[in-house]
Structure formats: C-alpha cells, structure tokens
C-alpha cells in the first residue's frame, strides 16, 4: 500500500497550491480520504475529508472553509486538495489519509502517506 503526496512548496500569502496523493495497493474508490496537516509544536489537525465512491459527501475544518477544496478521481486513484487564498498559518505538512474496508466482511484499515510541506510565506 502506498500514498504518495506531491504538490507542496513555498507560495506566497494570497497564493495557490495544488496537493494530489496517488493511491496503490488497494481499492481507492472503496475508502474515504481525507487530508490533515500537522504544524511545529502542534497537533496534526484534520482539514478535509471526503467519502467514498461518488465522493458526494465532504466536510472541512472551519479554518480553511471557502478556501480549500478537496476531490477525488477513482479512475486515477488520485485525491487532491486545491488551497487557495493561503494564509501563513496555512504551513504545515500534508498528509493524506485513506480510511475503508476491501469489502463488507473485512476489518477496516487506514493508511497514511509520508507528508507533503506547504510553506506559505512572503
């Protein structure tokens, strides 16, 4: 199993990035994925997540509400997040989390990737 994030970077504050985390190794479209980010000296925060399949469903954290837009494509195995207007207190390292169960009867499993820097500063 792996999840592989890209995207990050320095941007300025007003600026825009793009985070995808690639999928492999298991049934992308069977699993909700969500993103965190976790910044020096605090705790990794969850920042949007969205559902399974159709991916109908998304929710955010009320900090990057408006700005931030998560989605998925099942066909590429793909889940991005696009983050506009960035603040400052937007840096942080991404994660991407995959949450699900190969099939009914089977236990739940969760997978993280390796973290993505976002660094937004002037």
């Known amino acids: 199993v792996q999840l592989v994030e890209s995207g990050g970077g320095l941007v300025q504050p007003g600026g825009s990035l793009r985070l995808s985390c690639a999928a492999s190794g298991f049934t992308f479209s069977r699993y909700g994925m969500s993103w965190y980010r976790q910044a020096p000296g605090k705790e990794r925060e969850m920042v949007a997540a969205i559902t399974s399949a159709g991916g109908s469903i998304s929710n955010y954290a009320d900090s990057v509400k408006g700005r931030f837009t998560i989605s998925r494509d099942n066909d590429k195995n793909t889940v991005y997040l696009q983050m506009n207007n960035l603040k400052p207190e937007d840096t942080a390292v991404y994660y991407c989390?995959?949450?699900?169960?190969?099939?009914?009867?089977?236990?739940?499993?969760?997978?993280w990737g390796q973290g993505a820097q976002v660094t937004v500063s002037s």
């Open positions: 989390k995959a949450r699900g169960r190969e099939s009914p009867l089977s236990s739940d499993k969760q997978y």
